[in-house]
């Protein structure tokens, strides 16, 4: 199994000034993980916090470690097949009266379907999608 990266744990090693190479070794050497992956849902919420930098420099901090990230980590797509287990996971809570965020849901599907388990420090939200290993960072 792999672990699938959310963005909650590469914004804090970012702001814990962590290189991503010393973040995955200290995955490998915890957990036992070699491989390792993005969804492209998390893409856009790390893209997203680049855009809402405050100042041209936090701006530029921002996308060196984005670019570092990119360029270690891979990025697997979202597709249709994820997109109708997510619709079904997402109506069977809502039925429930549960709700996730759609993005973790997404981010969750995503390794659900690459047989990964999830790293987060959102655990709550990806605790909900059934079948998902959820792994607290």
């Not at 909650?8 to 973040?23: D, F, G, Q």
């Not at 915890?30 to 998390?42: C, K, P, Q, V």
């Not at 797509?77 to 709700?99: Q, S």
């Amino acid at each position: 199994m792999g672990l699938g990266l959310d963005s909650s744990v590469l914004i804090a090693a970012e702001r814990e000034k962590r290189p991503v190479s010393l973040l995955l070794s200290s995955l490998e050497a915890n957990y036992s993980e070699t491989h390792f992956m993005l969804s492209s849902i998390t893409v856009m919420e790390l893209e997203h916090g680049w855009h809402r930098a405050n100042t041209p420099e936090a701006a530029l901090k921002r996308r060196r470690y984005l670019d570092e990230v990119f360029a270690i980590l891979p990025v697997e797509p979202f597709t249709r097949e994820m997109g109708v287990l997510a619709a079904k996971i997402d109506a069977e809570m809502k039925k429930a009266g549960l709700v996730i965020a759609t993005a973790d849901l997404l981010i969750g599907v995503t390794a659900l379907h690459y047989g990964y388990a999830i790293g987060t420090r959102n655990v709550r939200h990806f605790q909900m999608i059934p079948g998902l290993k959820v792994i607290s960072l």
